[in-house]
């Protein structure tokens, strides 16, 4: 070789370019595979399945509900029912249960006598779970009306509690036999203390 020849010079940087552009890609890359895994596009086997939501709907005043009861031929019923339009944007359905509630008060020689009614703004299903469980919720209020201390069934406040605590009551059955409540409020057609 004579010093005409000379060796080819190293570009400098050369060497980190070699390095960055691989850890780029790279980069890029998984990225790019992150997002179509997370998308679902590919990977794991199968796709997720989406749950439909099985509990009963709210119903919009004026819509029909496929689970109420059909009117028999030549009665009223079964969706004849007219609907305001102002207040909520959904119906109300109540059930009024056949017979009253009679419990002791707790700590008490008191009586309370009740007949109550449970509504709803859901579907027709949560009033036939109402008739299907009436015994279990029978129970479930006769236990919370003997909870009641005698003072709360002379007080407003205390008998919107005890609505707040019957209302949890009947939920609570519901939930535990048929995996959701849906009862909004429950009021009371007599109230007789003795």
């Given at each position: 070789?004579s010093?005409?020849?000379?060796?080819?010079?190293?570009?400098?940087?050369?060497?980190m370019?070699?390095?960055?552009?691989?850890?780029?890609?790279?980069?890029?890359g998984?990225?790019?595979?992150?997002?179509?895994?997370?998308?679902?596009?590919?990977?794991?086997?199968g796709?997720?399945?989406?749950?439909?939501?099985?509990?009963?709907?709210?119903?919009?005043?004026?819509?029909?509900?496929?689970f109420?009861?059909?009117?028999?031929?030549?009665?009223?019923?079964?969706?004849?029912?007219?609907?305001?339009?102002?207040?909520?944007?959904?119906?109300?359905?109540?059930?009024?249960?056949?017979?009253?509630?009679?419990?002791?008060?707790?700590?008490?020689?008191?009586?309370?006598?009740?007949?109550?009614?449970?509504?709803?703004?859901?579907?027709?299903?949560?009033?036939?779970?109402?008739?299907?469980?009436?015994?279990?919720?029978?129970?479930?209020?006769?236990?919370?009306?003997?909870?009641?201390?005698?003072?709360?069934?002379?007080?407003?406040?205390?008998?919107?509690?005890?609505?707040?605590?019957?209302?949890?009551?009947?939920?609570?059955?519901?939930?535990?036999?048929?995996?959701?409540?849906g009862?909004?409020?429950?009021?009371?057609?007599?109230?007789?203390?003795?």
């Amino acid at each position: 070789m004579s010093d005409k020849e000379e060796k080819p010079k190293k570009k400098k940087g050369g060497g980190m370019m070699k390095i960055l552009m691989p850890v780029g890609l790279l980069g890029v890359g998984g990225g790019g595979v992150f997002g179509l895994v997370a998308a679902g596009v590919i990977g794991g086997g199968g796709h997720a399945e989406v749950k439909e939501d099985k509990n009963p709907k709210l119903i919009r005043k004026g819509e029909v509900d496929p689970f109420a009861p059909v009117a028999k031929e030549g009665e009223e019923g079964g969706g004849a029912d007219t609907d305001g339009e102002g207040g909520s944007e959904f119906r109300t359905v109540y059930y009024n249960f056949p017979e009253d509630f009679t419990s002791n008060l707790r700590d008490s020689e008191g009586l309370l006598q009740v007949n109550i009614a449970a509504s709803t703004r859901r579907d027709y299903r949560v009033v036939l779970w109402m008739k299907k469980h009436e015994l279990a919720i029978r129970s479930a209020v006769l236990i919370a009306i003997a909870d009641t201390p005698e003072e709360d069934v002379y007080s407003p406040i205390g008998k919107d509690r005890l609505q707040k605590r019957l209302t949890a009551a009947i939920n609570k059955v519901l939930t535990d036999n048929e995996g959701f409540g849906g009862v909004d409020a429950v009021y009371f057609k007599s109230f007789i203390v003795q």
